[in-house]
């Protein structure tokens, strides 16, 4: 288990830090990776396009690792995100990841879900619902 964690943080440094500090240690040569708002990429070299093409344009401020849950060949991951883009606003939200392994310890498939930070109770001020007026999160 320890090891898959130090994996999950070493793809979240990278991240964080930039720089590739070994995605082939990291992924499967046919892993999938699937975001949270939809996108979908097959394979380590699609993975690696995306990493550096989506770093050109955006800055990870945080990626903070919550806690970890195990269980066979899986990894559920608990985590909190923030993000600086070029050309859009900031993003921030919680969020979790699936991973399923390979035999040899790479991530296989991986699947993020996003959170909105922005919670409430819509039940506060009585029986009736009151929903906040806001455009719905993409994830």
């Avoid at 975001?35 to 903070?64: C, M, Q």
């Avoid at 498939?109 to 719905?136: I, S, T, V």
Wanted: hydrophobic letters at 40%; glycine letters at 6%; a negative charge.
């Amino acid at each position: 288990m320890e090891q898959r964690e130090q994996t999950v943080r070493l793809w979240f440094d990278m991240w964080l830090q930039k720089k590739d500090l070994d995605m082939d240690a990291i992924f499967t040569h046919d892993a999938v990776y699937i975001e949270s708002w939809g996108p979908e990429y097959h394979g380590i070299e699609k993975i690696r396009h995306w990493f550096w093409e989506w770093n050109d344009r955006a800055t990870v401020l945080a990626w903070e690792i919550r806690q970890f849950f195990h269980k066979g060949d899986q990894t559920v991951v608990e985590w909190y995100f923030k993000n600086a883009q070029d050309d859009a606003p900031s993003e921030e939200f919680d969020g979790m990841t699936l991973i399923r392994w390979s035999s040899d310890g790479k991530i296989a498939f991986l699947k993020e879900f996003g959170c909105n930070l922005n919670r409430y109770d819509p039940y506060q001020d009585g029986p009736k619902p009151r929903f906040q007026e806001e455009k719905a999160a993409w994830f």
